[in-house]
Each structure stands twice: as C-alpha cells, then as structure tokens.
C-alpha cells in the first residue's frame, strides 16, 4: 500500500474527500523539511508512540572502523542517528495470527 491508496482507504472508512484524506496522510507522514508530524517530532529527539500500533523514535551509532570489501583498505564510518520503529502489542499480536 502506498500514500495514495491510504489516502483513497481512509476517505472510505471516515467519509473524508479523498483530497482530505491526503491532506492528513501527508500531515502525519510528510518527509520535506518541516512537514509530516512524526518526522518533525524524531527530528526534535522526541519519540512519537502510538498505544498499541508502536513506536517510531531514533538511535544514534557512534564511529566505528570498517573494511573496504572492495581493497580490503580500513576506513572510518562515521557515526550516525537512524530512525526506527517498534511495534507495540496489539501490533505483533495481530500480524502473529
């Protein structure tokens, strides 16, 4: 399922206009610098849980020494933040079935 088809899902489900519907798919999944409410919240640091579905929040790896597989050269990965998600129970309950 893409944005679209949520967009298309969730008009069908709330009686929204499919042009709303979009509206609140990209008000809470935009990736564009200051849009989409989840991304805006990892950005700050701050983790967005939703009870039940899961959790999206972000980690940090620090610096580490690698190997190129390429020349076998060691090189410097530099350190990194990530974002990730953790579903919650109601999540993993329902997809185990």
């Known amino acids: 399922m893409n944005k679209t088809e949520m967009a298309e899902k969730l008009a069908s489900k709330t009686g929204l206009t499919k042009a709303k519907a979009q509206e609140v798919v990209d008000a809470i999944f935009s990736t564009k610098p200051g849009e989409g409410i989840i991304a805006v919240e990892l950005d700050a640091g701050r983790k967005v849980q939703i009870p039940g579905f899961g959790t999206f929040g972000t980690k940090s790896r620090s610096a580490r020494k690698g190997?190129?597989?390429?020349?076998?050269?060691?090189?410097?990965?530099?350190?990194?933040?990530?974002?990730?998600?953790?579903?919650?129970?109601?999540?993993?309950?329902r997809v185990e079935k």
Not at 67 to 93: D, Q, S, V, W
């Open 67 to 93: 190997r190129n597989p390429a020349t076998g050269e060691e090189i410097t990965i530099p350190a990194r933040k990530y974002a990730y998600f953790r579903p919650g129970k109601g999540l993993k309950e």
